[in-house]
């Protein structure tokens, strides 16, 4: 049993930053993918970045430069901080987790998503 846990979403003005923290619980850190995805009201939630156990990241086209995904191995912690936020960048963030070690490397949990609001 793997539990994720969001905090620190909110609301900011567009130019503002926010960091977004996700805490791993029930799991080898090591051994999991960590993410962050985004929904928007009436949109698909999409990938915004990832990151393996070994630092390599992944971001989407949008967030590239002004969004940087970290981990702490010590805290079992991922971070995203955002720089540089726009209205596009509303939805509700969700941290997810998938098992490096298991084919295809399947989502083992969902966080219960955090709301970040960006006003104009």
């Known amino acids: 049993q793997v539990d994720v846990v969001e905090s620190g979403g909110g609301l900011v003005q567009a130019g503002g930053s926010l960091r977004l923290s996700c805490t791993a619980y029930?799991?080898?850190?090591?051994?999991?993918?960590m993410g962050w995805y985004r929904q928007a009201p009436g949109k698909v939630r999409e990938l915004v970045a990832e990151?393996?156990?070994?630092?390599?990241?992944n971001y989407a086209d949008s967030v590239k430069g002004r969004f940087t995904i970290s981990r702490d191995h010590a805290m079992n912690t991922v971070y995203l901080q955002m720089n540089s936020l726009s209205p596009d960048d509303t939805g509700v963030y969700y941290c997810?987790?998938?098992?490096?070690?298991?084919?295809?490397?399947?989502?083992?949990?969902w966080g219960q998503g955090t709301q970040v609001t960006v006003s104009s």
């Open positions: 990151i393996t156990p070994g630092g390599g990241t």
């Open positions: 029930g799991s080898i850190f090591s051994t999991i993918i």
């Open positions: 997810n987790a998938r098992n490096v070690r298991q084919p295809g490397a399947p989502t083992i949990a």
